[in-house]
């Protein structure tokens, strides 16, 4: 009883609107409960709040270690698929530079250029005073400032699981858009096995019989709202966009997500 009960109130918070303070002060006890550890890795590290805003209390080693794991096996990607040589990349929803921390200077360092972008402004600001490389927000929806046709590589590490399906495919086909033809998009998402081993009890049995899970359904763009969809779900999706390379699974031991590596067609 105390499951169906709970998800009851929750629902009637988010129709009323009073889910988001509710979600906000979660956010404030959970930045209060943040374990600050000293970690040197020789870049510029966010304050505890901003960290929590994209990554919850998952402490400074974790933001750092995974932000390098992350940038390394992006950038790997796109050198096995063919991007060599000075590149234009794009971090989409860069929050507050997980990724960028490590991809921003290595791409410049090559003679690239390196923009990064997100709904909320708090978490750009800090990048672009901290990081090298272009930063600006963009709207919950397509599309961005960039021009049809300037990116070789765009990536997107758990943004389009925060989205609905109609969000998730204006932005497959708005980061087909901006890339050049056979640049490659790198857009991370909940797949099955990611759900099966760290998702909500509730969601492995919607997946089998939906093609696109939203649980907790309100706030969209923010980390309340989580979306689930099958490999064979997502690859549907991309495919009326981009040829579709691998499909990574998501990882059930160290909480990596489902990954789409797409080539935008020539
Ligand atoms: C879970 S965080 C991940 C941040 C970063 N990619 C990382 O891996 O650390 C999700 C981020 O996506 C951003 N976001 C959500 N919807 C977005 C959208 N439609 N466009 C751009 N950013 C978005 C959020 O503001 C947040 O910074």
């Known amino acids: 009883m105390r499951d169906p009960l709970r998800r009851a109130v929750h629902r009637g918070l988010e129709l009323t609107g009073l889910i988001g303070p509710l979600h906000r002060r979660q956010e404030r006890e959970l930045v209060r409960s943040f374990a600050s ?15 929590v805003l994209v990554a919850g209390a ?20 796109a050198a096995k698929h063919g991007l060599t040589g000075p590149l234009d990349v794009w971090d989409l929803g860069c929050g507050c530079g997980r990724i960028a921390r490590w991809a921003a200077p290595e791409v410049i360092a090559g003679g690239g250029t390196f923009h990064g972008s997100d709904i909320n402004r708090r978490l750009l600001d800090w990048c672009a005073g901290a990081l090298p490389g272009t930063y600006f927000v963009n709207r919950l929806t397509p599309p961005v400032k960039l021009a049809p046709a300037s990116i070789d590589l765009v990536y997107a590490y758990s943004v389009l699981t925060h989205l609905r399906e109609k969000g998730t495919r204006a932005w497959l086909a708005e980061t087909a858009r901006t890339l050049r033809p056979g640049g490659i998009a790198l857009l991370t998402f909940h797949d099955e096995d990611y759900a099966r081993a ?52 998501g990882q059930t031991d160290t909480a990596v997500q489902a990954t789409a590596v797409l080539k935008r067609r020539a």
């Open 198 to 249: 760290w998702g909500p009890a509730e969601v492995p049995p919607l997946l089998a019989a939906q093609d696109y899970v939203v649980w907790n359904d309100a706030l969209e763009g923010s980390n309340y709202l989580s979306a689930w969809t099958s490999r064979a779900y997502f690859t549907q999706m991309a495919q009326e966009h981009f040829e579709v390379l691998e499909i990574i699974p």
């Open 37 to 51: 550890e000293a970690v040197d890795d020789q870049r510029p590290m966010p304050p505890a709040e901003l960290i």
């Open 58 to 77: 998952s402490g400074h080693a974790w933001f750092s270690e995974r932000g390098r794991a992350d940038a390394e096996r992006f950038l790997a990607l």
